[in-house]
């Protein structure tokens, strides 16, 4: 891989992690006021946040694939 795309992907992977992400935090829940009520442990913590993340690393990585197969082809 090509030293200019090492230090992009860092650039890209670092404001990922640990700019952007702080932003969508949520706020932790209120605790109530009676015991045994409200949501179990964990209850209120979205799963599928990461899954964007996936895509965007996913396609990052297939379109440096492909140029490097076109490349590959023309040299």
Sequence with gaps: MNKSYKWLFALILFVLCFLIT?????QPPDPGG?????DPVG?????????????IMGSIYGINK??????KDKH
Excluded: C, E, Q, T
């Excluded at 009676?34 to 409200?38: A, S």
């Excluded at 209850?43 to 895509?55: D, E, F, T």
């Design 22 to 26: 702080p932003v969508f935090a949520d």
């Design 34 to 38: 009676g015991p045994g009520g409200g």
């Design 43 to 55: 209850g209120g913590s979205p799963l599928g946040g990461g899954l964007i993340y996936l895509i």
């Design 66 to 71: 492909v140029k490097m197969l076109l490349y």
